[in-house]
């Protein structure tokens, strides 16, 4: 029997606007895929916050016994300035400002992601598709879309036909848009003359002289459009129609809205059964975004070199900040909410390393079992973090009540009551226990400082071959051992 025979989810999607109980299209399995970063710049905190709430979703399911295969992809290729189908390629255009290759940018910005995310404790999906990998793929999409009867070339680009398609599908409905409002709301942008309507998109766009990334195709040398690697690579690695598909609020419309229409032309069906996105997050009142620079990195946050916030925040008190919302809210990060985190943070963990010490007695005053299904319900309605938090904090107060003793809990209720701190604590919101990590570097100093004393007296009782023998195995250990007028010292490396 597994956990998610038991534990029922259910998650807001959408496509339809409505919390639906999650069933997977294969027992035992999901397919999850997200839109990775466009690797043109470092991550800022807003791109962290998206991820992590995926993260979470992933670390979820898994804690339920699925067998996740969870696609992120890396946009190394395609993505166009302001997010449309005219002007210059992100990559490139950064490229050129800093005089380097294209994909030197590309490996730069790449390793900085990876980076951030393993500083933040995320688990890596199980493929990492870049969109300049799967370039035959995005070919081979495109060739059957125009054979359906959905896209057109003009001048060595192809761009979809939204207006046909609308005849037969519904454009739109991800984003509840009706197409003759968004025919009434655009303006003709230059560069875009060769469509038929302007609320067509690229599939392909034929590169212009100067533009360095490039490939053969049927219609020019060219690149793809930024909507179509995410349909070739979804449906590459989990199929024509898979469980879920996240990103954050933004990418709603046009992208996800996009790649639902090239799925549907391409292979007649819809590609996703539960659409997620997650809410901004937001700094001094305003969206935090790349383009107007309302930004902080996370190294700024976590070195308290920054212009916003009063000291430097540790990653795990992060974390705990964007769980302690709904990941379909709004979030703004202020220093006063970072502070109260990092206080409830700090208080979880001690009540966590309380467990340790605390005895058993022969009655629990607290129903520990239901207190444990609560915690479920509460990543089952949605994956509502702040309420799964709420109830840790119960159980932190249930064992500070325990150590003054007024409150008791049996042996098997103890187990029970720690094996599940553990598992939503650190396996469900990824966080870490930073205070065992610091004792724990007390109880090397601690361990070190036993080993200089025996040295001492080694020395003392002149067995210099004892002394040297602690001084050179400490060392092979990686710990150097420094004599100095106020006595011996320790370094690590
Ligand atoms: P990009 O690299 O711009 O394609 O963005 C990567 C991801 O970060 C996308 O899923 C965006 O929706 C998400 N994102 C961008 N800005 C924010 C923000 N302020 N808050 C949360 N997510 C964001
Ligand atoms: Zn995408």
């Given at each position: 029997m597994h956990l998610y025979d038991q534990q029922h989810i259910k998650i807001y999607n959408s496509l339809s606007g409505q919390k639906e109980p999650f069933k997977s299209i294969t027992e035992g399995y999901v397919g999850m895929y997200v839109c990775g970063p466009t690797v043109y710049s470092n991550v800022h905190l807003g791109n962290v916050r998206t991820f992590m709430s995926f993260d979470m979703v992933f670390r979820y399911l898994k804690h339920l016994g699925y067998k996740v295969r969870y696609v992120r992809n890396i946009t190394d290729a395609g993505h166009l300035e302001n997010d449309?189908?005219?002007?210059?390629?992100k990559i490139t255009k950064k490229a050129r400002l800093e005089q380097i290759e294209p994909m030197e940018v590309v490996q730069r910005y790449t390793v900085d992601f990876h980076n951030i995310l393993s500083i933040f404790n995320f688990l890596p999906p199980s493929i990492e598709p870049t969109a300049t990998g799967h370039i035959i793929e995005q070919i081979e999409l495109i060739s059957t879309i125009i054979k359906n009867g959905f896209a057109y070339e003009v001048n060595g680009s192809v761009y979809f036909d939204v207006h046909k398609f609308n005849e037969t599908n519904d454009y739109g409905k991800l984003s509840k848009r009706k197409l003759d409002d968004l025919i009434h709301n655009t303006r003709e942008l230059d560069g875009q003359s060769d469509k038929k309507n302007p609320q067509d998109f690229a599939l392909w766009k034929k590169a212009e002289p100067q533009h360095i990334m490039r490939w053969p195709s049927p219609w020019s040398d060219g690149f793809p459009g930024w909507h179509l690697e995410c349909t070739a690579m979804s449906t590459k690695y989990l199929g024509d129609r898979f469980d879920i598909h996240g990103g954050g609020m933004d990418l709603k419309f046009p992208h996800h809205e996009c790649e639902i229409a090239q799925n549907e032309a391409a292979k007649?069906?819809?590609?996703?059964n539960y659409w997620m996105h997650a809410n901004m997050l937001h700094l001094n009142g305003q969206r935090m975004s790349k383009s107007t620079g309302n930004t902080v990195n996370p190294d700024e946050l976590l070195s308290g070199d920054n212009k916003f916030f009063s000291k430097a925040y540790s990653p795990s008190v992060i974390r705990f900040f964007n769980a302690q919302s709904s990941y379909r809210s709004v979030l703004d990060l202020t220093d006063d909410g970072l502070l109260a985190s990092e206080k409830g943070f700090h208080r979880l963990m001690d009540a966590i390393n309380l467990l340790d010490s605390i005895s058993s007695t022969s009655t629990s005053t607290l129903n520990v079992s239901e207190w444990k299904q609560n915690c479920y319900d509460a990543m089952n309605d949605d994956f509502n973090s702040p309420i799964l938090i709420a109830h840790l904090f119960d159980a932190a107060k249930y064992i500070n009540q325990i150590k003054d003793g007024k409150a008791s809990i049996t042996s098997e209720d103890l187990k029970l009551l720690k094996q599940t701190m553990y598992a939503f604590t650190f396996d469900v919101l990824g966080l870490q226990n930073e205070s065992k990590k610091e004792s724990g570097t007390d109880k090397l100093s601690a361990a070190v400082d036993i080993l200089i004393k025996l040295r001492q007296e080694a020395r003392a009782n002149k067995d210099f071959a004892l002394s040297d023998k602690i001084r050179d195995e400490l060392a092979e250990a990686g710990i150097q051992l420094k004599d100095g007028k106020e006595g011996t010292t320790f370094t690590t490396n």
């Open positions: 449309a189908d005219a002007g210059e390629d007649g069906q819809s590609p996703v």
